[in-house]
């Protein structure tokens, strides 16, 4: 039941996945990055601008990401959103936190192999 | 490092806040018509490509509200809205502002008032170098207590000790000066060479007195005031050198000492004279008489590191050394140490202490007065917040607009009683500048300026605090139906108030009662004869031969001097009010210098009647 039902980004996540989607497609306006963050997902997360918008901001007043107004490809002007230097080294370092969380919860969901 | 970065740009996000919204706006319009071509591409009409958009999007509104929470810091925005609001609502009752501005200020200004003097005097540290490590020495004798101390023992103290940096001696002695215009009697004190440099005073000009000038049959030397200096020598600097006229004999003038030295008062038998000589140069056969308290004391600085208690048992071992060296004088006789900063509030302190109580009280007093008035006004303003309830503001929302309310009649409050605390503070101290010590230090510093704020806020919570939890919770339909009338709860809470009040005035006018009945035992004290009309003064006379014979031309020219004198009695000693702790009987020793009109000291004597009588 619970499988096919879009769920929304969890809290905290939102930040590594919007620097990783930068990391690999380069520069991008904010609703390009919630497609691509959906698509990526397989379509099973539901980016909320409300959520986007203050995360992207937060990413900015950090210093991790820039943004100016650029023009998309269809002519249409919008606000485009780029790594900096600071942000590409948070990116390795955020990733490799979310690496060791998933491991760690890996060893309790399969209890099997748990060393008594 | 980040999160500093952060918290600057969102700082400065306080400013520009319409540019900013513009801007966002346009993101997020730029935003939707991004996915609209994107449906439209995917072969949408417009009008669904726009619909889909639009509801893929979610509200425009909350997604903005949450960017502005990020953006700036809401804390600090809804505060400045809700002091914009409180200062509406109060220039629209300005009869009420200023009453409760006015009541704050008194409660508020007395407490600074207070504070400032109890922090001049008790708690700032005294004006010297590392001062926790002055002592203040007097001796103790069995069934009296303290004694002031022999100068004998004293040097004895000095070669034996092992606590002590620098002990230094001091006594009151004044001088008649003569042979620079106008004779004077100036205030002196015989002082140990190292009592300066003890307590970290520098001449301004000149030097400290030396070892050798300290001993007996050295030179005659002074140190004048700041004082003196300016109003007798013109502040001349080549007066070093020179010699005075004190008592008759020349001293040489070798330093001036500061007029900021100061050093306390009555509670060590101190006060600060015009000047000073050596105390060692006395050369009177009496004054280094071992069993001769000459009503001087000593002040020590501790080693670094030596604690009161350590130097207290030193000084102990001395006192033993000296009782058994000279059973005659000192068989019975202790040393008494104590923290000089104890020693010069010892007197003032419960009296300070009081007083923070008394003043605390009425603060009480005001803050439940505005307590009841912002009380009776919010019965007005039930409709107000009854709306604001009914549009959705939560209760907290309320009470932080209450307190915010209530914070500022404080803090207005508190600004206007910080001016009546200067103001008030600096006009008592002229009032009575010798019964204060530190009264210099007594001023409207750092740590008083945090006190006011403090007072001020905890103030503004306590006295808002009760009427906004009454205001926030209205009984919607009731006062919205009804327009605004009264529950009976807050009438009950009214009642508290008003019982609190009358209940801590008690309090006040019962401790002030009390106080009054205590002065007016004070004034009642019989002295042993009837003061009633009775004046006392003293006259110096200068004796050019250092015989002393008795002076008795005095009394027949005061009498011929001043006419109206009824009766002049004449007596080498003027009995002194007892005091009323240690109850001493004042001595009647007239002998066979009998004044010149025995009538007249008859009659005085007549009154007085001596109960009982021990050896003093």
């Known amino acids: ?116 | 490092m980040k999160a500093l970065r952060a918290w600057m740009l969102r700082i400065a996000s306080l400013f520009e806040k319409e540019r900013r919204d513009r801007e966002l706006a346009d993101k997020i319009e730029s935003n939707i018509q991004l996915h609209i071509e994107d449906n439209l591409r995917a072969g949408m009409t417009p009008r669904e490509a726009r619909g889909q958009a639009l509801l893929k999007f979610g509200g425009v509104e909350p997604a903005k509200e949450s960017y502005r929470e990020r953006r700036g810091i809401p804390l600090l925005e809804t505060l400045w809205q809700d002091i914009r609001f409180a200062l509406r609502m109060l220039a629209r009752a300005p009869g009420f502002a200023a009453i409760a501005v006015l009541t704050l200020a008194l409660g508020i200004g007395a407490n600074t008032a207070i504070f400032s003097v109890v922090n001049g005097v008790l708690l700032n540290p005294l004006p010297y170098p590392h001062p926790n490590q002055l002592v203040q020495i007097a001796e103790l004798y069995p069934r009296i207590g303290e004694i002031s101390i022999s100068y004998p023992n004293f040097l004895d103290w000095v070669r034996d000790n092992h606590t002590f940096q620098s002990l230094a001696a001091y006594r009151t002695n004044n001088f008649s000066l003569t042979g620079a215009g106008q004779p004077e009697r100036v205030k002196g004190v015989l002082v140990s060479a190292s009592f300066f440099p003890l307590l970290g005073v520098k001449p301004i000009i000149g030097r400290n007195f030396t070892a050798a000038e300290d001993k007996r049959g050295a030179a005659p030397t002074v140190m004048l005031s700041e004082g003196l200096w300016k109003t007798k020598f013109n502040s001349s600097p080549d007066i070093l050198g020179k010699t005075i006229t004190l008592n008759g004999a020349p001293y040489t003038i070798v330093g001036v000492v500061p007029s900021n030295f100061y050093f306390c008062c009555e509670s060590t038998n101190f006060q600060p004279g015009d000047a000073y000589t050596p105390i060692g140069a006395q050369d009177d056969g009496e004054f280094y008489l071992r069993t001769n308290h000459w009503g001087g004391f000593a002040v020590g600085r501790l080693n670094p590191g030596v604690t009161l208690a350590q130097a207290q048992a030193d000084m102990e071992s001395v006192a033993r050394a000296l009782s058994t060296a000279y059973p005659d004088a000192d068989s019975h006789s202790g040393i008494l140490l104590a923290a000089l900063k104890g020693r010069w509030v010892r007197g003032i302190k419960p009296m300070l202490i009081l007083l923070l109580a008394a003043v605390g009280f009425v603060l009480l007093i005001a803050c439940v007065n505005v307590a009841n008035l912002l009380l009776a006004r919010s019965t007005a303003r039930s409709r107000e917040f009854s709306i604001r309830a009914a549009l959705g503001a939560t209760q907290s929302r309320v009470i932080r607009q209450l307190l915010t309310e209530s914070a500022l009649l404080s803090i207005a409050g508190g600004a206007l009683g910080l001016l009546l605390a200067s103001w008030g503070t600096t006009a008592a101290l002229r009032a009575l500048p010798q019964t204060l010590p530190r009264a210099s230090d007594v001023g409207i510093d750092a740590r008083v300026l945090l006190f006011t704020l403090a007072v001020c806020i905890l103030v503004g919570v306590f006295f808002g605090l009760v009427p906004a939890l009454k205001t926030s919770t209205p009984d919607l339909h009731e006062t919205l139906k009804e327009g605004g009338r009264g529950t009976s709860a807050k009438y009950r809470t009214q009642r508290i108030f008003v019982a609190s009040e009358i209940a801590l005035a008690a309090v006040l006018l019962i401790g002030a009662g009390l106080a009054i009945r205590s002065l007016v035992h004070l004034w009642n004290v019989n002295p042993g004869f009837d003061a009633h009309d009775v004046l006392g003064f003293g006259v110096r006379y200068l004796l050019r031969s250092q015989k002393k014979r008795p002076v008795s031309f005095a009394p027949a020219w005061f009498s011929s001097a001043i006419p109206s004198l009824p009766c002049l009695a004449w007596n080498p000693f003027l009995p002194r009010m007892p005091r009323p702790r240690s109850l001493a009987i004042p001595r009647f020793d007239c002998g066979s210098r009998v004044s010149p009109s025995p009538r007249c000291y008859r009659r005085w004597t007549w009154r007085s009647c001596i109960l009982s009588a021990r050896i003093i």
């Open chain 1, 1 to 116: 039941m619970a499988t096919n039902k879009k769920s929304d980004v969890w809290q905290g996540t939102l930040a590594l996945m919007v620097l990783k989607t930068l990391e690999a497609m380069g520069p991008l306006h904010g609703y390009g990055m919630a497609r691509r963050i959906e698509q990526t997902s397989g379509d099973r997360l539901v980016v909320n601008y409300g959520t986007l918008y203050p995360a992207l901001l937060k990413l900015e007043q950090e210093g991790y990401i820039s943004s100016e107004w650029g023009v998309s490809e269809n002519n249409r002007k919008a606000k485009y959103y780029k790594l900096t230097r600071a942000g590409r080294k948070q990116v390795g370092r955020e990733a490799q936190e979310w690496e060791q969380t998933i491991s760690i919860l890996a060893e309790f969901l399969t209890p099997g192999e748990q060393p008594r």
